[in-house]
């Protein structure tokens, strides 16, 4: 059994596997080299080899228990045909969203435009290194999506005024991004991706009034959909206001938290497995103060399954050796 499936399928508290959101990527001098020569991100995504060595380098660095592909959530609004670009010190900007456009794109056409994906997943998942460890394949959750594909750019603390003022578009918007994610998951599991994490990294930003429509019932199909295809299946809700309700609605096999939840709450309140908390910033610290704050996650879960991780995506300027002091710690614990 793989490290994640213990947890994940067999709810075992003796073992604690550790991964990290965003382990391939700029806090590593080897990922940084190959950067410098693609300075287009999507194609960086889009090509084979070098997607498949960025996704195995954290991996053979620090004997992580799991992959996560190097791809990006914007891959979905790429493969519908919408322009995505990643500029430096801004991040994400989008192209207009066009109904007409991409209301014609059929499956056919999004597989082939991002088939390079899959093909890394392919590649990874049959490497000897991943024999016995997990491949996790990910998906924006919808929310997430509809809020980069409308607004164009990451948001700021808060969505625009007239955000849901065209509710045809929206509504529109929102079932092609579902049709769409399901047939982008079930072609990373059928090239080897064993766990699939569903981020919604914009989850914080809605009023709970607005949960069910677009937070509630979309996460539930597709975490329904994965269950059917027999594949665990993580939710990362980040800063929704409650998550033991999001727990009790949705029934994921895991839950990502951030680190703005009281993890003491999290283990009184949640019955299923936990993933994460810890906060980026104690990687900045000192060894110390690392030690420290992740034993105290690791004490607080001691007897519930638990997945290490942090709350949100490692930082760029991470020192690689505390990130390799992180995994020790977990290890050893
Ligand atoms: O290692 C991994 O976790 C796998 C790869 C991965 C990336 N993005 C690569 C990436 C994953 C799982 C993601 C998910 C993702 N992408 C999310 C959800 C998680 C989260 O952070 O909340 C979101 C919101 C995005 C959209 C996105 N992609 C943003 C906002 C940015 C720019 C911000 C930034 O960190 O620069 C990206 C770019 C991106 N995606 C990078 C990487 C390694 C940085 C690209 C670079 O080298 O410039």
Same mark, same amino acid.
């Given at each position: ?181 399901? /047939?982008?998951?079930k072609n990373q599991i059928d090239n080897g991706a064993n ?38 299946v993580i939710c990362f809700p980040r800063e929704i206001k ?12 895991? /839950? ?15 019955? /299923? ?40 995506g490692v930082l760029p300027e991470t020192d690689p050796n ?12």
């Amino acid at each position: 059994m793989k490290p994640l499936d213990k947890i994940l399928i067999s709810n075992d508290t003796s073992y604690n596997p550790i991964w990290i959101m965003r382990q391939a990527g700029r806090y590593l001098p080897e990922f940084r080299e190959i950067r410098k020569k693609n300075p287009n991100f999507i194609n960086l995504c889009l090509n084979v080899n070098l997607s498949s060595e960025i996704t195995l380098q954290p991996v053979q660095r620090f004997d992580l228990d799991a992959a996560i592909i190097f791809s990006d959530i914007l891959m979905l609004p790429y493969g519908l045909g919408q322009e995505v670009k990643f500029i430096k010190n801004f991040g994400p900007k989008l192209g207009k969203l066009s109904l007409n456009d991409i209301d014609k794109i059929n499956e056919i056409d999004f597989v082939q435009k991002i088939e390079p994906v899959y093909k890394a997943i392919k590649k990874v998942s049959s490497e000897p290194i991943q024999k016995n460890k997990n491949t996790i394949g990910f998906v924006g959750a919808p929310w997430t999506l509809l809020v980069y594909m409308i607004n164009q750019k990451s948001p700021k603390k808060n969505l625009k005024k007239n955000f849901f003022k065209n509710e045809f578009y929206i509504n529109r918007t929102l079932s092609i991004i579902e049709k769409f994610l399901k /047939i982008h998951i079930k072609n990373q599991i059928d090239n080897g991706a064993n766990v699939i994490q569903i981020f919604d990294s914009w989850a914080g930003l809605l009023d709970e009034r607005h949960y069910s429509k677009y937070i509630y019932t979309p996460t539930q199909n597709l975490v329904n959909y994965v269950k059917s295809l027999n594949i665990p299946v993580i939710c990362f809700p980040r800063e929704i206001k409650n998550y033991k309700k999001f727990c009790e609605i949705i029934k994921p096999d895991a /839950i990502s938290i951030d680190y703005n939840v009281d993890p003491k709450e999290i283990v009184k309140t949640i019955k /299923i497995p936990v993933q994460g908390g810890l906060d980026p910033k104690i990687l900045l610290t000192d060894k110390e103060t690392l030690k420290k704050e992740a034993s105290k996650y690791l004490d607080i879960f001691k007897d519930h399954p638990y997945i290490f991780n942090l709350g949100h995506g490692v930082l760029p300027e991470t020192d690689p050796n505390m990130f390799e002091y992180l995994v020790k710690t977990v290890k050893d614990y």
